[in-house]
Antibody, heavy 121, light 111 residues
Framework: EVQLVESGGGLVQPGGSLRLSCAASGFTFSSYWMHWVRQAPGKGLVWVSRVSNGGSATNYADSVRGRFTISRDNAKNTVYLQMNSLRAEDTAVYYC??????????????WGQGTLVTVSS | QTVVTQEPSLTVSPGGTVTLTCASSTGAVTSDSYPNWFQQKPGQAPRALIYSTSNRHSWTPARFSGSLLGGKAALTLSGVQPEDEAEYFCLLYYPAAQPWVFGGGTKLTVL
């Protein structure tokens, strides 16, 4: 079964740091781009970051660039999101998502169950 | 900053047809934007419905169809069922430093 399981969320003070992990199973992890998407309470989905299948290419949303770092360990089938200088507006459920890119076919599935990050003093 | 716009809310009667749209602030949405559509029900993670404009996943009911319509991406539900009540999000690609942008979501009510 193809599965993504996030972990590492929790309560952190403004200005603090947190590292999220997303463990993948059931597929050849190193063949896929991986993304992080977040959703603030009661709000919509916001794309956060992506990493290429080999890990050499990364992109970030303007709102997190310079504070967040995405990385992956293909030997451990895990993608990470290091979040520094956290702000109250970073409070959200963070989802990791698998991204298949095959010519004109681009899809985002599956999604993990999400991990809640709360930034508050 | 690129903005992707969806109808905030729509209401449809059971058995009816409704079209949700996804517009880009940069101009017409094309297949090169690889439009993806997702369904999210309260308390659940999003679920993929449509990829690359019009392709259904194996679990996506045939009553859901994706297309390009009048310069926008569109998701049409035909023969709406009560279980289709949910929030729907589109996702578009841009060849830029921030390559993917979600729409604000459409809350669909079946009434």
């Amino acid at each position: 079964e193809v599965q993504l399981v996030e972990s590492g969320g929790g309560l952190v003070q403004p200005g603090g740091s947190l590292r999220l992990s997303c463990a993948a199973s059931g597929f050849t992890f190193s063949s896929y781009w991986m993304h992080w998407v977040r959703q603030a309470p009661g709000k919509g989905l916001v794309w956060v970051s992506r990493v290429s299948n080999g890990g050499s290419a990364t992109n970030y949303a303007d709102s997190v660039r310079g504070r967040f770092t995405i990385s992956r360990d293909n030997a451990k089938n895990t993608v990470y999101l290091q979040m520094n200088s956290l702000r109250a507006e970073d409070t959200a459920v963070y989802y990791c998502v698998r991204n298949m890119v095959q010519g004109a076919i681009v899809d985002f599935d599956p999604w993990g169950q999400g991990t809640l990050v709360t930034v508050s003093s | 900053q690129t903005v992707v716009t969806q109808e905030p809310s729509l209401t449809v009667s059971p058995g009816g047809t409704v079209t949700l749209t996804c517009a880009s602030s940069t101009g017409a949405v094309t297949s090169d934007s690889y439009p993806n559509w997702f369904q999210q029900k309260p308390g659940q993670a999003p679920r993929a419905l449509i990829y690359s404009t019009s392709n259904r996943h194996s679990w996506t009911p045939a009553r859901f169809s994706g297309s390009l319509l009048g310069g926008k991406a569109a998701l049409t539900l035909s023969g709406v069922q009560p279980e289709d009540e949910a929030e729907y999000f589109c996702l578009l690609y841009y060849p830029a430093a921030q390559p993917w942008v979600f729409g604000g979501g459409t809350k669909l009510t079946v009434l």
